[in-house]
């Protein structure tokens, strides 16, 4: 079963993961990063003890690619992160974002790209994570009220400055990136990609690789839904923002259970997890790819490294791929689709 391909190499130690390089910059990263969001509530409430041993394993294993947020919490995930990093910078490729601005409960108030706020929301970040510079610095979404060139030319000046190694979109549309761009060499652009949500393929990934741009993939397993980790909103804690996601509603949730089993029985027949299944099929779209799963367990997080080792045939991938065609998810991705592809 797919335990046994997590087991040889869950206790291995160094370059597991292989790794890959993003944007002209090439800036070298493991094939297989961490999403922290899972870290700090917003998918419940985990130990603080439980998320520092995970991070700690991270790095053991050599998932160093470590993507935060100053909306994850608000604020709390990079105050994590800062506990957990002290004294051992060094060792991880650091990611953050701004620019999604959330009351203190947590709800989301709206969306700032203003040049003034860059250089603010930067030093603070910075501040939280305990660290002198940031190596890749996303604005989380785009502000429709600001032209991309004034909000990228703020970020700019803070690769000047040499706070931030280098910049990065999260969810912009194509056009936004190509003006982006021509104003600072962008590095990354991050969206969910999975087998169930194949939307970038379109427009979105042609974009970036003219450009030269590499492609960050969250939410690579569907929020957990297509490892099987939950197949009813219930069984999720009040808090879980994913009780708002239109996917995990009503008839939507029935058509998507019967996806995330197909994904399931396939793995099954290959002897893995499904959350490898749906890994291994995203490092094969391409070496400018490397996803971020997030988790707040060690053995999920033992099991997403070890997918870097399964090797999908031509035959598998195409299989695959007729399996999960395009628009195959009932239901938005967000309750607020207005927020995205800007």
Known sequence: MAGTVAGTVAGAVGDILGTRYLGAARLAVPAIGLGCMALSGLYGTPEESGSLRLLDRALELGCTFLDTSDAYGPFTNEELLGRALAGRRDKVVLATKFG??????????RVSGDPAYVPRACDASLQRLGVDYIDLYYLHRVDPQVPIEETVGAM???????KVGHLALSEA????????HAVHPITALQTEYSVWSREPEAEILP???ELGIGFVAYAPVGRGFLAGRFSDPAELTTA???RQ???????NLQSNAAVAARLRAIAEARQITPAQLALAWLLAQGDDIVPIPGTGRIGHLEQNVASASVRLTPA???SIGAAFPPGVAAGDRYAD??????
């Open 100 to 109: 999604n601005l959330r009351r203190p409960d947590g709800s989301f108030l």
């Open 240 to 242: 879980d923002i994913r």
């Open 173 to 180: 549309a194509p056009e936004t990136i190509r003006r982006a």
């Open 337 to 342: 689709m207005s927020l995205l592809n800007r």
């Open 316 to 318: 598998e991938l195409a």
């Open 156 to 162: 700019a000046e803070l690769v000047a400055a040499g």
């Open 207 to 209: 974009v970036v690789r």
């Open 245 to 251: 996601h239109p996917r995990f509603q009503g008839a």
